[in-house]
């Protein structure tokens, strides 16, 4: 049989019982779809996820803080548990020498600190660091220098957004400012020993912008440690012996991913709290994995149940063309053909409604997208954030194996019946009426 004369066959069969076959399909329809909506949700949101880990910093970055009281296990040789417990200075070198290590920077944090430009307010948190190799911890600047002096700060991307004019009634938020070259003022309150409020102004100029990360890292200022010290003594009313306290928090730049894990582990021996976003994503990858199995296994389940509608179409057919299957074979049809003309007829439901369900996934994905896209935009308004990316993502391979998949599970539904079809007595299918 010529591949154009089983076309047409298949054609012909399918529209002479088009409604039970258009059922058949709708039930593939239905699985294709549910399959492509369940993957497609699943990939954005794991996608979205991980975005948003690598917002935060390189994957090759941890984050160290102490932890005030208790002693850690002691790694690094020559460290009392008292000091493996405090990011002294002594420890950030001995870990900035291991080989794992390419820089560690120690970290400081001013909160709920007043920001002043000519007369608007905002509220910022100040950090306190060693800026040099900003760049190497992912940062980028927007405009201007990320190396700065003595009273010169790097502000985040969102900063001259935040401002506030107390002279204004109502909305007192004011356009945004460029602060890239300015001065700014911070406000620093205290109680003295009489318990009298006083305040400090200190000036600082605007050397650099960072570019946008996403998320609370985009209101910061960053100045250099020297500086965050000297207003930290002012406010304490007592400069903090770092060789003995240590820094609250640091931050160490491992020399690839693959060194993090290990690097982490080491850390945390030494008693002190250690996170990184590459553990972060691996954990969200294995959730993920988790969710993709269960994704298959109700595709599974779903398109088996659309596998007993094809098998039970083509049962049907089977009884009611009995003769046509006996005239076929007393004109020399073999079974192998006659087998094929059914198989193919199953694998043409699963096409139908492998091609459909596919569709219809992508235009729920497409739909979902547009809808996110306008609830963040009235966020906008309110002062929100927008997601970068779509949240409903369906990936490439899903448009082959979707309707493959589709495909092959109607053939092996109709294996059975087309089997049963392939062994009838042409003699006595030509007897039946």
């Given at each position: 049989?010529?591949?154009?004369?089983?076309?047409?066959?298949?054609?012909?069969?399918?529209?002479?019982?088009?409604?039970?076959?258009?059922?058949?399909?709708?039930?593939?329809?239905?699985?294709?779809?549910?399959?492509?909506?369940?993957?497609?949700?699943?990939?954005?949101?794991?996608?979205?996820?991980?975005?948003?880990?690598?917002?935060?910093?390189?994957?090759?970055?941890?984050?160290?803080?102490?932890?005030?009281?208790?002693?850690?296990?002691?790694?690094?040789?020559?460290?009392?548990?008292?000091?493996?417990?405090?990011?002294?200075?002594?420890?950030?070198?001995?870990?900035?020498?291991?080989?794992?290590?390419?820089?560690?920077?120690?970290?400081?944090?001013?909160?709920?600190?007043?920001?002043?430009?000519?007369?608007?307010?905002?509220?910022?948190?100040?950090?306190?660091?060693?800026?040099?190799?900003?760049?190497?911890?992912?940062?980028?600047?927007?405009?201007?220098?990320?190396?700065?002096?003595?009273?010169?700060?790097?502000?985040?991307?969102?900063?001259?957004?935040?401002?506030?004019?107390?002279?204004?009634?109502?909305?007192?938020?004011?356009?945004?400012?460029?602060?890239?070259?300015?001065?700014?003022?911070?406000?620093?309150?205290?109680?003295?020993?009489?318990?009298?409020?006083?305040?400090?102004?200190?000036?600082?100029?605007?050397?650099?912008?960072?570019?946008?990360?996403?998320?609370?890292?985009?209101?910061?200022?960053?100045?250099?440690?020297?500086?965050?010290?000297?207003?930290?003594?002012?406010?304490?009313?007592?400069?903090?012996?770092?060789?003995?306290?240590?820094?609250?928090?640091?931050?160490?730049?491992?020399?690839?991913?693959?060194?993090?894990?290990?690097?982490?582990?080491?850390?945390?021996?030494?008693?002190?709290?250690?996170?990184?976003?590459?553990?972060?994503?691996?954990?969200?990858?294995?959730?993920?994995?988790?969710?993709?199995?269960?994704?298959?296994?109700?595709?599974?389940?779903?398109?088996?149940?659309?596998?007993?509608?094809?098998?039970?179409?083509?049962?049907?057919?089977i009884y009611e063309r009995t003769r046509?299957?006996?005239?076929?074979?007393?004109?020399?049809?073999?079974?192998?053909?006659?087998?094929?003309?059914?198989?193919?007829?199953?694998?043409?439901?699963?096409?139908?409604?492998?091609?459909?369900?596919?569709?219809?996934?992508?235009?729920?994905?497409?739909?979902?997208?547009?809808?996110?896209?306008?609830?963040?935009?009235?966020?906008?308004?309110?002062?929100?954030?927008?997601?970068?990316?779509?949240?409903?993502?369906?990936?490439?391979?899903?448009?082959?194996?979707?309707?493959?998949?589709?495909?092959?599970?109607?053939?092996?539904?109709?294996?059975?019946?087309?089997?049963r079809a392939a062994s009838l007595d042409?003699?006595?299918?030509?007897?039946?009426?």
């Amino acid at each position: 049989m010529r591949p154009f004369d089983l076309i047409k066959l298949i054609f012909t069969n399918l529209t002479r019982s088009r409604f039970r076959a258009a059922l058949s399909a709708s039930g593939v329809v239905i699985g294709t779809a549910a399959v492509v909506i369940l993957v497609s949700l699943a990939t954005g949101v794991q996608a979205y996820a991980s975005q948003g880990l690598r917002s935060i910093g390189p994957l090759n970055q941890i984050q160290v803080n102490s932890r005030r009281g208790g002693g850690g296990m002691g790694f690094f040789v020559g460290l009392s548990e008292t000091n493996a417990t405090k990011l002294t200075p002594k420890y950030l070198e001995q870990l900035a020498r291991q080989t794992e290590v390419a820089a560690v920077t120690p970290r400081e944090r001013l909160s709920g600190v007043e920001l002043n430009y000519k007369r608007f307010r905002s509220g910022a948190t100040i950090f306190g660091e060693s800026l040099a190799g900003l760049r190497d911890f992912g940062l980028t600047a927007q405009s201007g220098s990320l190396s700065p002096g003595k009273r010169e700060v790097i502000v985040g991307a969102k900063v001259g957004e935040s401002f506030t004019d107390p002279r204004r009634a109502g909305d007192n938020q004011v356009p945004a400012v460029n602060l890239q070259g300015r001065t700014l003022s911070i406000r620093l309150s205290r109680k003295d020993a009489n318990g009298k409020t006083v305040t400090r102004l200190v000036q600082v100029h605007v050397t650099g912008v960072l570019a946008e990360q996403g998320g609370d890292s985009d209101y910061n200022v960053l100045m250099p440690l020297s500086d965050y010290e000297e207003l930290n003594a002012w406010l304490k009313g007592a400069r903090t012996n770092r060789q003995q306290d240590g820094y609250s928090s640091a931050t160490v730049l491992a020399r690839s991913s693959e060194n993090v894990a290990t690097l982490t582990q080491k850390i945390q021996s030494d008693g002190l709290s250690a996170f990184s976003s590459q553990q972060a994503l691996d954990r969200i990858n294995g959730v993920f994995n988790v969710l993709q199995a269960f994704v298959g296994g109700i595709a599974a389940i779903t398109l088996a149940i659309a596998g007993t509608g094809i098998a039970n179409t083509l049962i049907t057919a089977i009884y009611e063309r009995t003769r046509e299957i006996g005239l076929m074979k007393a004109v020399g049809a073999t079974d192998g053909q006659v087998l094929t003309v059914f198989l193919a007829e199953a694998g043409a439901i699963g096409a139908i409604g492998g091609a459909g369900g596919l569709l219809v996934g992508w235009g729920f994905s497409f739909a979902a997208n547009i809808l996110v896209r306008q609830f963040y935009l009235s966020q906008l308004t309110q002062g929100g954030s927008s997601p970068q990316g779509d949240l409903v993502v369906t990936p490439l391979w899903v448009f082959i194996a979707g309707p493959l998949l589709a495909v092959g599970m109607g053939m092996l539904a109709g294996l059975y019946p087309a089997r049963r079809a392939a062994s009838l007595d042409p003699v006595e299918a030509l007897r039946s009426e």
